[in-house]
């Protein structure tokens, strides 16, 4: 069979969706026997896990406008040294270099992935629209971000492919019995995600701040590290919250600490496919979530949604999920990992990059 070689373009490979995907094509295919190699355009920290088989490689793109030449250099050198048959783009500058660089640079097939819709404003779309024909193929992870690029004109009607995020579902599974369940009956809420403000950290926190007030045995753990981590470890003192909520940082296990929580909030104003959220149904948590783009398209009738974004809103739909009983609280589990398991194994995303792939390495 012959060796493929692919290459993954993406703007960092810090934590994220888009990364964590990104990571667990690169691992897939190299398993597969074909040669994968990463390009990052920016400098940064790598905080996913990969196999030394999968080469990495960053173009160092700054602020200086001479970067982009080297990058360009740097890019065309390990192109013409690979010759891979595929290059799949990640995120919307990530797309837009590659196809740019398609002008003077052969690349075989050109491939690009959006990962929200909200990637993109008024000017990233019209770069989008005049770019088009130097793509091949534009894929993006959800039928309400594919609708909104199609309003947009970003590409022709029905000529987006939709291929929904994959989660491992041997990894996120769920960590206590039903012995267990009864025995603990505990209150922990646990949340994932960068602290940035679109998260809606702050009004969750505001919100929490009542429950913990109502069920003083309640906590809240927040996963992930950004620039909001100073404004929020304020607010937690604020509300005199330091034994309810606790902010851990990045970590490499999510896996663990949602097995050992009860539910998962998400408070997102906006997400693309909401990775995460996923995951923890998968782990057979209550799932709360605003009613963010595409919320429905992941949890289905599967979990809580809020009625806003407000502190308020995030209150009300708290309090109700406490006020479960077990039983409640178990049917929801484990209805939410059926839903993953039968829609978003990660099994299925493989193999329908995997025939997608093929079929244009076999057309062009």
């Known amino acids: 069979m012959k060796k493929y070689s692919i290459v993954y373009v993406i703007n960092s490979m810090n934590t994220g969706g888009a990364e964590t995907i990104v990571r667990d094509l690169a691992l897939f295919f190299e398993s597969k026997g074909w040669r994968v190699t990463i390009v990052t355009l920016f400098k940064n920290n790598i905080n996913i896990n990969l196999n030394r088989q999968v080469e990495i490689y960053s173009l160092e793109i700054s602020r200086n406008p001479l970067s982009l030449v080297s990058a360009f250099r740097n890019y ?46 008024y000017l990233n779309y019209l770069f989008l629209r005049m770019t088009n024909f130097m793509g091949d193929l534009l894929t993006t992870v959800s039928t309400f971000a594919a609708s909104e690029l199609e309003r947009n004109f970003v590409s022709t009607h029905n000529s987006i492919v939709v291929i929904p995020n994959g989660i491992d579902t041997k990894k996120f599974r769920p960590g206590k019995s039903l012995d267990e369940f009864i025995e603990t009956n505990s209150l922990k809420f646990i949340t994932v995600g960068r602290l940035t403000r ?148 990660i099994s299925s995303m493989y193999l329908n990059y995997e025939e997608l792939y093929l079929r244009l390495i076999n057309e062009i």
């Open 76 to 121: 065309r050198k390990l192109l013409h040294s690979i010759e891979p048959e595929i290059v799949h783009a990640h995120l919307f500058y990530s797309i837009l270099f590659t196809r740019i660089v398609r002008i003077i640079l052969k690349i075989r097939i050109l491939v690009g992935t959006l990962h929200s819709s909200k990637e993109t404003y």
């Open 198 to 345: 679109y998260k809606n950290h702050h009004n969750l926190i505001i919100a929490f701040s009542r429950i913990a007030r109502k069920y003083p045995r309640a906590t809240l753990t927040i996963i992930g590290d950004g620039e909001e981590r100073t404004p929020l470890t304020d607010l937690v003192s604020e509300y005199g919250l330091c034994k309810n909520v606790y902010l851990r940082g990045h970590s490499t296990d999510v896996a663990e600490y949602l097995n050992d929580s009860d539910f998962y909030v998400h408070a997102s104003l906006w997400e693309g496919f909401g990775l995460v959220l996923a995951e923890a149904m998968s782990s057979e948590l209550v799932v709360i979530s605003t009613n963010f783009d595409v919320a429905f398209e992941v949890m289905g009738d599967c979990g809580i949604y809020t009625n806003g974004f407000t502190s308020e809103d995030l209150f009300q739909s708290l309090d109700f999920a406490c006020s479960l009983s077990i039983i409640d609280r178990r049917g929801l589990g484990l209805k939410a990992r059926k839903r993953v398991v039968n829609r978003f194994d």
